[in-house]
């Protein structure tokens, strides 16, 4: 049986995000322009031909100028999207970063989910009560208004069990337990 069946998240309030980004941009720029005139100015000559030694303004114009080049290259991961992909029963959970670039975050297989519920449920809250395990929210809305669009995912990861939040519609999960076996299905689920 052949499926594809895509979802996604949408983040709410895009217009305060790139309020943000823009803001961020301005600050970084500034802080770029202004750290490398102070470098720049700072080698002046003095009479006898050679530079002034003031070393640590210096290092410190040269670590802002690293920071403020990390934050400017960083920027755009401020306004993001989820998409959630189903093909054949293997989710792939992509981050769009400013609707522009794509970056595969999980892949799983059907063998390797343990858990399928939602968000509120016990079963959750017992997952996520161990230290081990740290739930990850695949998700650009941090607050989480709509508990009834709000689904889990546990599976095996690398060396632990993972669990990932995901901001999808009841049919996503129902597409996926075509491929899975209902007692992977929490109890609670409804």
Do not use: H
């Not at 989710?91 to 522009?100: H, P, S, T, Y």
């Not at 889990?152 to 999808?168: M, R």
Request: with cysteine; aromatic share 14%.
């Amino acid at each position: 049986m052949e499926l594809y069946y895509e979802d996604g998240a949408k983040m709410r309030d895009k217009k305060k995000a790139k309020i943000r980004l823009t803001v961020i941009a301005v600050i970084s720029a500034a802080i770029f322009l202004s750290s490398f005139m102070f470098l720049f100015f700072s080698f002046q000559k003095t009479g006898e031909g050679s530079y002034s030694v003031e070393l640590l303004p210096r290092i410190l114009s040269a670590l802002l100028i690293a920071l403020s080049v990390f934050v400017w290259i960083k920027k755009d991961e401020v306004v993001y999207d989820y998409d959630y992909i189903l093909v054949n029963g293997e989710i792939k959970i992509v981050k769009v970063i400013n609707e522009k670039r794509r970056r595969l975050k999980y892949d799983i297989k059907p063998s390797q989910i343990s858990k399928v519920g939602r968000y509120d449920s016990e079963s959750f809250k017992r997952l996520a009560a161990n230290p081990k395990i740290k739930p990850a929210a695949a998700t650009p809305n941090k607050n989480y208004d709509d508990p009834d669009s709000l689904y889990y995912i546990a599976f095996s990861g690398k060396d632990k069990t993972e669990i990932v939040i995901l901001e999808c519609k009841y049919e996503f999960i129902y597409n996926l337990m075509k491929f899975l076996n209902k007692s992977v299905l929490e109890s609670e689920f409804k």
